[in-house]
Every structure is written in structure tokens, then in C-alpha cells.
């Protein structure tokens, strides 16, 4: 298992010196979040934070918990990414997710609310993703974008593609089909089940049946070079590594690859530092 930790406060600076400190305490992916205006939040793009992110790291993986591709042009969301992983040296992955409606970036701006058209947008900004960040001429015609043929350069830097790891929201088929078809599933449940062992199981035997299923009209599929990655979210206590260690060893038997610590209930910047600094729960 490796183990990430959401940068839940913080400038984009402010996230430059805590990736920083995050890496030094043996972490092994650093995320932030894609919001535009959440309440009384202070938010800074989350490209901008992830660049700094990078420029201060050499070794973790980094990306968003989680991208709300729908309200982005597919065009720049790609270029935004390349650019990223060329920038991080090929360490960038893409949690991606429908989006939350209590952004104000999204229905109050006049971005579509329905989550039937925020899916279809997301599946088609996936394929558009997948077609430009390779660096060859490519066109597009679906029911939401269409563009004649035309090329990014420069490429990304991975092979075959940028990881995809799309929001799975079990027991939903279609949402769980669609985190089927790319790199790994962030893993989500009602009530916050996915941190239970026993559901989560569940997910990953599902997944385990069906994890070469594509179905007819979907991208190329899964990337078999790539271990396909079980990412689930959660919160252990720093203060007691055992305590710790023994909620991730339980979920790693149950089959995640991923423990993303995630605290939103304590957003704060000393609580955040104080849990980077107590390092990873391994066990």
C-alpha cells in the first residue's frame, strides 16, 4: 500500500513547503482539491498549487482529490495536465470526480448541475484528455464537444497515458464501470462505508470479476502495465501509529493499494503540519 495526504488548507505556498515537508516525512503521494468557491474557504487554482507542489518535490506522486473535469474546456484541462506532468517529471495522476454542487463555480455560473450531463461531460473530457496529451493530431465529435484535428505539444511525459482514477460510488454499475475502464477507482460508499473493511472487499472482488470488461464505445480500457489502483480516502491518528497502522493494515487486506488521509473536519494548518510531520501509517 502507499499513502497519500490531502493538503486540505493552505495557499499555493503554503502547499510548495508542505509537499515538501511531506515527502520528507515519508509520504508517498501529496494531493490538493479543485474548488473555485466553497463558502468562506480561501481557495488558490489548483494547477498553480500543484506546480508549486511539484518545483518543491522530486519522488511523490501528486494530483487532486478530486478533479471536477465537467466544468473545464477538455482542451485546457489537458494542456493544464501535460504540463504538470512534464513539470513533476511524470508524477501527476488524475483522481476525477462529477464535482461538488456546493461550489459556487458550478450551477451559479450557469455550469450544468444535472449529474446525467456533469457524467457525459466527464467521459468525454477523458477520451479528449487521452487523444491530445500524446502529442499527435487529434479530433473529436461526441454530444458535448467537437473540434477538428489538432495536436498539443509538448506531450506528456508518461506512457501510455496520464493515470485516471475515477470516482467509483459503489454499488452504482455506471459509476463503477466507468472507474473500470481507466487506471485505479477512488472508492466511495454511502456514509463513509468505503473505509470499512468489509465493504470495501465487496468493491474489490467485484472489481477483481470484471477488471478486463469494457464495455462497447469506451476508451482503449484498462492499462495493463499499470497495477489497477483501489484509492480510498480516510483519517488515522497521527498521534498513535499503531492505532494508525492497524486501521491501513485492515484495509490493505481488504484490497486498497491507496490510503489517501484526508482530515476536512479539522482543516486547519498546525493540526495538517502536525500530521504530515507524524508521517505515513504504514503498517
Do not use: C
Amino acid at each position: 500500500m502507499r499513502y497519500g495526504i490531502v493538503l486540505s488548507v493552505g495557499d499555493a505556498q503554503t502547499a510548495g513547503d508542505l509537499a515538501a515537508a511531506a515527502e520528507a516525512a515519508g509520504w508517498d503521494g501529496v494531493f490538493t482539491f479543485d474548488a473555485v468557491a466553497i463558502g468562506s474557504m480561501e481557495l488558490d487554482d489548483p494547477w498553480i498549487v500543484l506546480a508549486a507542489m511539484a518545483l518543491r518535490t522530486e519522488r511523490v506522486t501528486l494530483g487532486a482529490m478530486v478533479f471536477a473535469p465537467a466544468r473545464r474546456r477538455p482542451w485546457l484541462f489537458a494542456k493544464a495536465a501535460t504540463t504538470i506532468d512534464r513539470l513533476s517529471g511524470g508524477r501527476l495522476v488524475l483522481p476525477v470526480g462529477l464535482g461538488t454542487l456546493d461550489d459556487a463555480g458550478f450551477g451559479n455560473v450557469g455550469e450544468p448541475v444535472a449529474a446525467r450531463e456533469r457524467a457525459a461531460r466527464l467521459d468525454e473530457t477523458l477520451a479528449i484528455i487521452e487523444g491530445l496529451s500524446g502529442g499527435d493530431p487529434f479530433a473529436f465529435t461526441g454530444e458535448h464537444y467537437q473540434f477538428g484535428a489538432m495536436t498539443l505539444r509538448p506531450p506528456r511525459v508518461q506512457q501510455p497515458r496520464i493515470p485516471v482514477w475515477p470516482v467509483g460510488a459503489w454499488p452504482h454499475a455506471r459509476s463503477m464501470h466507468r472507474a473500470l475502464a481507466w487506471d485505479g477507482v477512488v472508492v466511495q460508499a454511502p456514509e463513509g462505508a468505503a473505509a470499512n473493511p468489509a465493504v470495501l472487499r465487496e468493491v474489490t472482488a467485484w472489481i477483481t470479476a470484471k477488471r478486463l470488461v469494457v464495455e462497447a464505445g469506451a476508451n482503449p480500457g484498462p492499462t495493463l502495465e499499470r497495477p489497477y489502483e483501489v484509492v480510498v480516502d480516510g483519517v488515522t491518528p497521527g498521534a498513535d501509529p499503531a492505532g494508525a497502522a492497524s486501521i491501513t493494515r485492515a484495509m490493505a487486506e481488504a484490497g486498497a493499494t491507496w490510503w489517501i488521509e484526508a482530515d476536512w473536519e479539522h482543516a486547519d494548518l498546525d493540526t495538517l503540519s502536525a500530521r504530515i510531520n507524524a508521517g505515513p501509517p504504514r503498517h
